[in-house]
């Protein structure tokens, strides 16, 4: 068998390998009747010779190919030159060739006339005022026919098998094109209507309606009539001469040579590209708003308002800094102004205040904004008597929400706020901005989606029956990446996704104009991280170890039992609250970072726990036990709010309970926390070597900046200074203990006076939150008159200015406390690393205790390890518990994290928290708009069935990108067979991803391998599309007590409530809903069992309270044939390791 070189596409064969192959085509493609026919002469339907057809309808075997076969296999046998054929056509495919290939072959020669059927008369369009009259006109049409007929010839070869008989067939077609022996004409002067098979010599002349196709020679319905008298023929040969003269040369070849061609990678790759996000990217608008967007944000407008308009929701997670604001304000102000609708926006109050007000008054923008206080409180949502919406809730047509994060806990009050605003009938589009979706694990990113993804198979027309069901899958996989492979196709289709990395990298010369009006190019400052160490032992000597010891120890038995937080351990029969298992181990997490901020914080919190231990104890001799059910809405133990909303109270103790030995253990419990209490009191602010280390810091920032400052202004900024700590305790401890040094430490001078903290909403010094951020950084915070004086150079913090807050008038940041969770550090380093920086480089420091750190870590990786266990023994769909979830993989990642930042390494700060690997749909979308600026319509006009290859990556084999009419399907198939198909999309881009430069590299062999392969994947294909014609697999799983529900409902009438109105609240409640919503209608049931009636009310009240909306199921696909699976393109990819 002849082939390529090395690097070549599959396979051009010898002809006699080509007429093997034929014979193995599958039927019904019009590649395999060559094979069929070599006889020379075949039967009538009577059992005579035909040598003379003249009657050809293409029925009962009476077909046009049977009758040309035979009438040149009688010329061929009887005259002494081979005939010449002529056959003039309106339309060509393969199949049809290849059902008298071996005869044509045979022939001295053929001539190949195509032209433009005329449209019949239905379809003729009308001529248009001022278009051309007569044969011009007529003349236009036909070339827009020409041009109609030689797409199809594309589309019909795009549509071959790719399979090795296929090709081959194709192959024979093409050196045959390719060998001499045809030559082929276009008429494009006027319609063709005729068709005509002519045989030199005056040898006859099949003609009637039949095209030079497969259909046309053996199953269309048609009329042909021989005709063999000498001067019929001769008017035909010359009428065939005279079209002929007047036709074009056409390179019939090209097209079909095309699937043979060699590609580099690149151009595939972005095929593959275009295919999945091509007409998207053919909608992009260039219409401008009323607002000045970079190129980014304007492509983030565009991809926000699709999804908007398909989900009703979409979620903006662009990274810090990147004007995810801006963004918004495009979208809220086309509602506002060109909708003439009204818009609500939902942000921190510190953002009301600041930047949405500045920025309203900017650009004159009339949108109402509350805060997530005043949402929560207002009595039209029924949780309050606040009156701060100004319209009825039924008035909003958008609702935005700035750090949407924070409405990540379904179970809060805030959250349940939303939920009524939103709900209608449409329910209320919203818009949700975050940097961070994922704080502690990927149920976060869930909750938030939930918001507008109505139902949980809602993606069940992309293959996705159950969301629950694929977060689950995802979070087994990877529980703490945004993006794992297996969530892509639905980040894709609801969030707008964008790192500091991918602007650099695809937007490198985008421009922004700052407020005087200058166009300045976009930069970010460099992020640089420095790491400083101080030994916790140094003031209290062998602390940590007995701390440790007491606190959780490696051989599992901890002293501190913490059985006042774990009263159901003392059941005399039965096992243990799963909840209360969980909960102490966010306890115990939650002291010993509280331990590590600082004494002031840890000695505080043990003083409210030794308190909360003897309240405990008279409660249980009061007959009660205090709640643990707050941890239902517990979402961190890493701030001052979560931990306090650990002690409640309420339950009656159980009959089976021990008290006896509770009391005991509770006791011995208290003890040990008073003896803890009072060894950390020891500890004084001038001794503390984590303080020490900070002052160090400050006289070496001030110093700095004062050799390097260039003007006042300039040296003011660079000493600016934002320190950050978890806790509220630590950052009155660091305030108080700057103020007394400030005073007595000359290197410290500048920042005399001009210091400020910030705790949660509280005033500290008499300084409020809201003077402190306009103080410290009055330029980038855009200070309102009266508060634009500049005062602060030193901010102490907790998180609460982590989030919204424009800050980059400052250039340092000093993290106080251990980055236990780095994502923390990813939100605080973008208050100063923002579009507009006057800063080249910004400054991170973190604060390490440095022969303590690996000991520190170990403690918490085991009180994560028993975290995770209780959160598999609840379920998540019990309760999602934060950082639990497969804890030694999560904190695996974050020790990595940490490890990097103590190196210095600032990639976590480029790429917004993801990983190195991390893939988005908008960097495929952004690499397909800058290869379409490159390459053009070669990517469009790229013949379908081609492949290239390439070296690279850890996995061998082939990926396919195929489509099924309009819905584009990938896959990756290992070259091991024993290895599972891949059909995650991004784990096939991933795969397939290459650069410009990535050269090909294609072996025979391996080439060969892609056909196989292919069958596999093709076969796959069919079988996900067929399951889904099957209305069963479509079917939501709706659970019982919705079921039950519904069943009652249309079963037991309710005052007030009509028949249709009962029948729309069962439709709703036959959907399927989550545990959230079962648990609110569990309650009903529990509550009103014994009253049918009221229950009936009550349930269609919450259907209403929880905005449940009738589900309406995916309709089933159509049924296929396998061979309508059409190959686009194809990858081959070798490993490294395996050349």
Known sequence: MRTRRRGGPPLRPHRAATRAYLRDLPRGLGLRGAAEGHVASLPDLEGRPVSHPEFVDNLDGNTLDRALRTRLEHLLGTLREPPAVSIATGYFNPGGFARLADVLRRSSGVRLLLGAEPLPAARLPERRLGEPRGERYEKRLADEELDRAERKLRRDRDRLPFSVPSRAAVSELLDFLESGKIEVRRYEH?????????????????????????????????????????GVVAKVEEWFGRLWDDARPYDLAAIYREQFAEHPPYLVYLRALWERYGSELEEEAGDSGRIRLTRFQTDGVFRAKRILDRYNGVLVADSVGLGKSFIAAEIFTEVIERNRQRALLIAPAQLRDGMWRQFRRRYQIGIEVVSFEQLADDKQLGQGEGTALASSIGDYSLVVIDEAHAFRNPDTKRARALRQLLRGDPPRKVLLLTATPVNNSLWDLYDLLAYFVGHDAVFADRGIPSLRERFRQADKEDPFSLSPDTLFDILDATTVRRTRHFVQRFYPNDNFRLEDGTEVTIRFPDPVVCSRGYDLDEVLPGFFDEFAEILDRADGRPKLTMARYWPTRYRRHGAPSARETALVGLIRSGLLKRFESSAQAFVRTVTKMVVAHDDFVRAVEAGVIPSSDSLAGLRETDSDEAWDELLQEGEPIEDDLDTDRLIEDVQSDRALLEHLRVRASVVRAENDPKLRLLVEELASIAAEAEREGITESDTRNRRKVLVFSYFGDTVEWILEHLQAVIDSDLRLDCYRDRIAGVRGRDSLEGVTRTDAVFGFAPQSTEAPPGKAADNYDILVTTDVLAEGMNLQQCGRIINYDLPWNPMRLVQRHGRIDRIGSPHENVFLTCVFPDRQ??????????????????????????IVIPGSAHSEHVFADDRDQIAALRDGNSSIFERGGEGVHAHSGEEYRQELRKGIERWGDRIQNLAWGVGSGFVGGTRTGYVFCARVFDRVFMRFVPEDPEEDIERDTLTCLSVLSCTEETPRELPEEFAEGAFGAWERARRDIYEEWMRATDPATLQPRIRPLFRTAANHVRLHPADGLSVEERDRVADALEAPWGIRQERRLREVFTAYQDDPGELTRRIAEVVVELGLQPWKPPEPLDPIEEDEISLVVWMGIRAERSW
């Open 190 to 230: 006027r319609f063709l209507h005729g068709k005509a098979f002519l045989f030199s010599g005056k040898q006859g002349v099949l003609a009637g309606s039949s095209n030079f196709t497969l259909a046309g020679l053996t199953s269309n319905l048609e009329l042909n009539l021989g005709q063999y008298q000498p």
């Open 853 to 878: 750190l690996e000991a520190l870590l170990a403690l918490e990786e085991r009180i994560r390890t028993k975290l995770a266990k209780a959160a598999g023994s609840i379920g998540l769909d019990q």
